[in-house]
């Protein structure tokens, strides 16, 4: 049976999109984050291997695309492994990457997910 790296927990936040040597900016809905990634809704399909940034509030994430599933007409699922985080509310719990504080802030909560 597959064991994740780290729990995920369910959340609902908008953030923006950049690939990494393209033009254009693209709204993107986070639905669910970890320690160390993201899951997000994206209307473009964007492959593998990908680098991209998200703003969020006013925290930039930058990683690696690591998977992508078309979930229905116009929307896609990204799987985004987050390498670094710069800005006011950069995750960083004793040196190490942690997200989920990021978006567990002010009224903000994120609820944990089922395995």
């Known amino acids: 049976m597959y064991q994740r790296a780290s729990q995920r927990y369910q959340i609902e936040a908008t953030a923006i999109m950049r690939q990494f040597g393209k033009p254009g900016l693209f709204l993107v809905t986070i639905l669910d984050v970890s320690t160390s990634g993201l899951r997000v809704s994206s209307p473009i399909a964007v492959p593998s291997g990908t680098r991209v940034t ?62």
């Open 54 to 115: 998200l703003v969020y509030q006013k925290t930039e994430l930058a990683g690696e695309i690591r998977y992508f599933r078309e979930v229905e007409d116009g929307q896609v699922n990204l799987g985004v492994s987050i390498e670094t985080a710069i800005g006011p509310g950069a995750p960083l719990e004793n040196e190490e990457l942690n997200l989920v504080p990021l978006f567990n802030q002010g009224t903000r909560t994120v609820a944990r997910m089922a395995s």
